[in-house]
């Protein structure tokens, strides 16, 4: 099963090392990782994505609370959440193909960031169906030149909270 975890992690030197060796050490591949930092300078936010059973990936987040580095863990899979990707897509289209590639961006939602026939730009932000799809369909209109992914970011539907870091409140899964 695919799983989304969101974590707190101190912004410290080698802290995102240590959490991703972890999943190696494991025999995990994670198929997506996304950090960013929050409103605290000291505190990043990760996403990961990485598929496995339910009870080896709660081992897997048992494990992950205990690093020194997390100070909060969520396993956004275990409840409702909202969950989106960035993708940019750039394309070699010929004359031809502008409006096919135009009504693509505008059913999609996304937005036209160059519109030169060499490298038309694409951005999207949606679900990963929806990225998948647009990426699909894209590549059918014109030569793919490029594709940047942003990897999986989450937050959880409702009250539950990926806690703030000063509450220091537990969540695993």
């Known amino acids: 099963m695919r799983h989304v975890i969101s974590v707190l992690l101190q912004n410290e030197v080698g802290a995102l090392t240590r959490m991703t060796g972890l999943f190696s050490s494991r025999g995990y591949n994670i198929d997506s990782l996304n950090v960013a930092p929050t409103d605290d300078p000291g505190v990043s936010r990760v996403t990961v994505v990485v598929s496995g059973s339910d009870a080896a990936i709660a081992q897997?987040?048992?494990?992950?609370?205990?690093?020194?580095?997390?100070?909060?863990?969520?396993?956004?899979?275990?409840?409702?959440?909202?969950?989106?990707?960035?993708?940019i897509v750039k394309l070699k289209i010929n004359a031809d193909g502008l409006t096919t590639i135009t009504a693509l961006a505008a059913d999609f939602g996304a937005d036209i960031l160059d519109d030169s026939l060499d490298s038309f730009t694409i951005q999207l932000i949606g679900?990963?169906?929806?990225?998948?799809?647009?990426?699909?369909?894209?590549s059918g209109i014109g030569k793919l030149q490029a594709v940047a992914r942003g990897g999986s970011v989450a937050v959880s539907k409702g009250e539950v909270t990926l806690s703030s870091?000063?509450?220091?409140?537990r969540l695993t899964g």
Do not use: C, S
């Open 60 to 87: 897997l987040n048992t494990q992950l609370a205990k690093l020194v580095d997390v100070l909060n863990i969520h396993d956004m899979t275990l409840g409702e959440h909202f969950e989106r990707e960035l993708v």
């Open 165 to 169: 870091y000063a509450k220091h409140h």
């Open 127 to 138: 679900r990963i169906a929806e990225v998948d799809a647009f990426v699909d369909t894209a």
